[in-house]
């Protein structure tokens, strides 16, 4: 016999730190008879515990002392793998293109774990429907990603030809900045159609989250986000609020780099 418990953190917050009345009670009281109950288990039973959370960190120590649940299995997002074996379940309803690289789809998705990669493909097939497609094919996937990650796109928002022009050096200063960098990922595509909150966007092409980052990889990366604010002091002559997010991004990098990595 399996227990799944979901959400444990909702009622095994660790107690204590004040009275604050009647819920607050009741929470505790739930708590503590789950506590009595997982040491009143026969051990010959075979009854197995499992529960999951997002805040392992909050849970009551009680609750992970040996007898309890007292072993963690970490699940972290996906890889490109695990991410192609979601999208192959999510998948299993959906007419897909033949033709479709499934690799290409999951290669566009790193850091998306199953509930947004059930989004993508939801979305994918609405955006295939719409446009009277047969089966869903890989432009719908690639939409589908940039409007979970970043937004829906706001084509009808009119934009002064000037804002444009200026976001038009900025991505590419992006993108050629990021094609001159040994180390930097690979362009996707860059747009300038407002989507999000974003004014436009130069999408990186990267398979996995690195656990590991050289020094060389993270100048690039500084050198890259730094590429639209060049690119607009180069070719338009003065700065723009389009680097805003870039600054605060590079800036953390750069911190980082000295402050924690004694870089
Ligand atoms: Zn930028």
């Not at 960098?181 to 690195?210: C, M, Q, W, Y």
């Not at 990366?221 to 070719?235: D, N, S």
């Amino acid at each position: 016999c399996i227990v799944f418990i979901d959400e444990l953190d909702a009622l095994g917050k660790a107690r204590g730190g004040g009275n604050m009345g009647g819920a607050h009670d009741e929470r505790e009281q739930t708590l503590n008879q789950l506590l009595v109950e997982m040491d009143g288990f026969d051990t010959r039973a075979n009854v197995i515990v499992m529960a999951a959370t997002n805040r392992p960190e909050i849970l009551d120590p009680a609750l992970l002392r040996p007898g309890r649940f007292d072993r963690q299995v970490l699940i972290p997002a996906p890889d490109i793998n695990g991410r192609m074996a979601i999208l192959r379940v999510h998948l299993a309803n959906v007419r897909v293109d033949p033709a479709l690289d499934l690799r290409r789809v999951a290669s566009r998705t790193p850091g998306f774990v199953g509930a947004d990669l059930a989004n993508v493909v939801n979305e994918a097939a609405l955006l295939a429907a719409r446009r009277d497609r047969e089966h869903v094919v890989f432009e719908d996937f690639d939409e589908a990603v940039d409007r979970v990650s970043i937004g829906l796109e706001r084509r009808s928002q009119v934009i002064g030809d000037e804002e444009k022009r200026i976001t038009a050096y900025h991505e590419a200063g992006h993108a050629i900045c990021a094609a001159f960098s040994a180390h930097a990922d690979p362009v996707h595509k860059v747009t300038i159609i407002p989507r999000g909150l974003t004014g436009g966007v130069t999408v990186f092409a990267r398979e996995n989250h690195r656990h590991i980052t050289g020094e060389t990889a993270l100048r690039d990366m500084l050198v890259t986000g730094l590429g639209g604010r060049v690119a607009e002091q180069l070719e338009l002559g003065e700065a723009s609020t389009g680097a805003y997010n870039d600054i605060q991004h590079v800036s953390r990098v750069a911190r980082g780099m000295v402050v924690e990595l004694g870089m």
